[in-house]
Structures are given as C-alpha cells and as structure tokens.
Nanobody, 128 residues
Framework: QVQLVESGGGLVQAGGSLRLSCAASGRTVGNYAMGWFRQAPGKEREFVSAISRGGSGTYYADSVKGRFTISRDNAKNTVYLQMNSLKSEDTAVYYC?????????????????????WGQGTQVTVSF
C-alpha cells in the first residue's frame, strides 16, 4: 500500500505562487507515474498535471500550461507542483495521485477510480 500526503496549500493573492508537495510512504513510488488533480466546489475533479516514472515526461492541462511545473524527487519519494501566476479560478482542493501501472499520459483522461492511490487533498485558495 502507498500513502500519499499533500502539503503546501494555503491562501494566496492572485498573481502569487505556491508549491505543493506530495510525500509518498509505504512503498517507493520511483517506478510509478504520479500526478495532480483538483476539484473546485460544485465541479468534478479535473486533471492538472502528471509526470512519468523517471521524470522526463510531463503533461499539463491547457489551463495551467506555462504557469505550473511538476517535478519529482525519487530519492525523497516526493512529487511537487510549483504554481505561479495563480488565478482565482485555480482555487480548489488539490489531490495527488499515483498508479503502479498507468503511464503518465493516461492520467489526462483517467477517472478517479482508475488510479490506485490518492491523497486526502490540500486546499488552495486564490483571492482577488
């Protein structure tokens, strides 16, 4: 079993930055693709970004391209999401996900029940 714990969320003004972290425990996730999703109030959970097992492949939702950067440190069993130029529409609960089989590009269209491991989420609130 893998446990994922997100951190780094908070309240930030529009135009500001935050860095989210997702620490994995229970098993090394160096061989797992990992990603970030978000869910705003009243909306469905949506894909944000994903990174391949080795870190060379990264994928982003169009809404965050050029503003968000995903990275991973396999030695620390951790994945990060650097979020810059934040907008009010980025307000959501951000979830980390991992899967031992799915490739990173498959996270773009994966449903929640198609990815094996999820964190509990961290709130990001962007004020005007």
């Amino acid at each position: 079993q893998v446990q994922l714990v997100e951190s780094g969320g908070g309240l930030v003004q529009a135009g500001g930055s935050l860095r989210l972290s997702c620490a994995a425990s229970g098993r090394t996730v160096g061989n797992y693709a990992m990603g970030w999703f978000r869910q705003a109030p009243g909306k469905e959970r949506e894909f944000v970004s994903a990174i391949s097992r080795g870190g060379s492949g990264t994928y982003y939702a169009d809404s965050v391209k050029g503003r968000f950067t995903i990275s991973r440190d396999n030695a620390k069993n951790t994945v990060y999401l650097q979020m810059n130029s934040l907008k009010s529409e980025d307000t959501a609960v951000y979830y980390c996900a991992s899967d031992p089989i799915k490739r990173a590009y498959e996270f773009l269209t994966a449903r929640q029940n198609q990815l094996r491991y999820w964190g509990q989420g961290t709130q990001v609130t962007v004020s005007f």
